[in-house]
């Protein structure tokens, strides 16, 4: 069933990214963690390029006297941070990238919550050998900034929290990129670091790290898909494919992280952005079945709807 998934969602990626690939060559280079969109509009020749966007969404809602029922008060507040920093030269070329997130939300039946959190950094190193090929080294870490809870109706449990978990990539390989939008990354050899920081939820045995240790290393397969496409003017898709295959214990089971986000641009300042995020990690027990009671993997699904302030910097 889980490769079944899986590679239907390979399939229906590859499909629709071979297919846009003649619209893409119009564009601009997408960055190596396809989160940032390099500005079509900058044809200037240097060596360093730096830039990023700031968004930031508020909404509340408060009811009085209601027939029809609701939260007396609500508020939510979601922002992010994407920042880059571009080096080329001749052959050699290095992509550096920053994504911060952070969501909060606050009802009155359910208190505070946090609905997002993120920090994710990518660097990525590489050689071009000709042929849209080119000789890679990419190295991702991604973590949160606070704990994370999980809810029943009358209690909540530490679920995770800073460096609990973090994931560490090292990966050498070969990246094809036959237009500027669209890469391919490959590495047969590549090492990941799982890390728990926290003694809690080490002596838990979270996310796949044996009980009472604080870091698990594995060795396996990597490959990243990162695309974007302007769909009109002031929409703008971008999206993200990552599958890693771990040779030491059950490769069969690929882990899988998604990302897609559509951005539209009212204007200079405010925009809208809808995202779906998808992650399938064999060694994370998120769900428990109702039938049997165990603790097991389930593919984890987020979806945000925002539109509020936006800057570009």
Not at 144 to 159: A, H, I, V
Not at 235 to 244: A, E, F
Not at 292 to 300: A, K, N
């Amino acid at each position: 069933m889980r490769r079944s998934f899986l590679t239907a969602i390979l399939l229906v990626c590859t499909f629709g990214l071979l297919h846009a690939q003649t619209d893409w060559m119009k564009t601009s280079r997408e960055e190596a963690s396809g989160k940032i969109k390099k500005d079509a509009s900058d044809t200037t020749n240097k060596v360093w390029k730096k830039g990023g966007t700031f968004n930031l969404n508020v909404n509340q809602g408060s009811l009085t006297n209601w027939a029809a029922g609701g939260d007396k008060f609500s508020f939510s507040v979601a922002s992010s941070l994407n920042a880059f920093a571009f080096y080329k030269k001749g052959r050699h070329s290095w992509d550096n990238v920053l994504n911060l997130a952070y969501g909060y939300v606050n009802t009155t039946s359910l208190g505070g919550r946090k609905s997002d959190d993120l920090i994710s950094i990518t660097s990525k190193y590489g050689y071009d050998i000709g042929k849209n090929f080119y000789l890679s080294g990419l190295v991702d870490l991604r973590t949160q900034f606070t704990d994370g809870y999980l809810y029943t109706d009358t209690s909540k449990t530490l679920s995770s929290r800073f460096f609990a978990p973090a994931y560490l990539v090292l990966s050498p390989g070969i990246d094809y990129k036959p237009t500027d939008q669209f890469s391919i990354f490959f590495s047969p050899v590549t090492g990941r670091y799982v890390f728990v920081m926290d003694d809690y939820l080490s002596s838990q045995a979270a996310f796949g790290v044996d009980t009472g240790k604080h870091v698990k290393s594995e060795f396996g397969a990597y490959l990243t898909i990162n695309t974007v496409k302007t769909l009109a003017k002031g929409i703008v898709y971008k999206g993200r494919l990552d599958l890693y295959s771990n040779y030491r214990n059950n490769p069969q089971n690929v882990d899988l992280y998604m990302t897609n986000s559509l951005n539209l641009a009212v204007n200079k300042y405010i925009s809208a952005v809808i995202s779906l995020d998808m992650i399938y990690d064999d060694d994370v027990k998120s769900f428990v079945n109702p039938k049997t009671g165990v603790l097991g993997p389930r593919l984890q699904v987020k979806q945000v709807i925002g539109v509020g302030f936006s800057a570009k910097f």
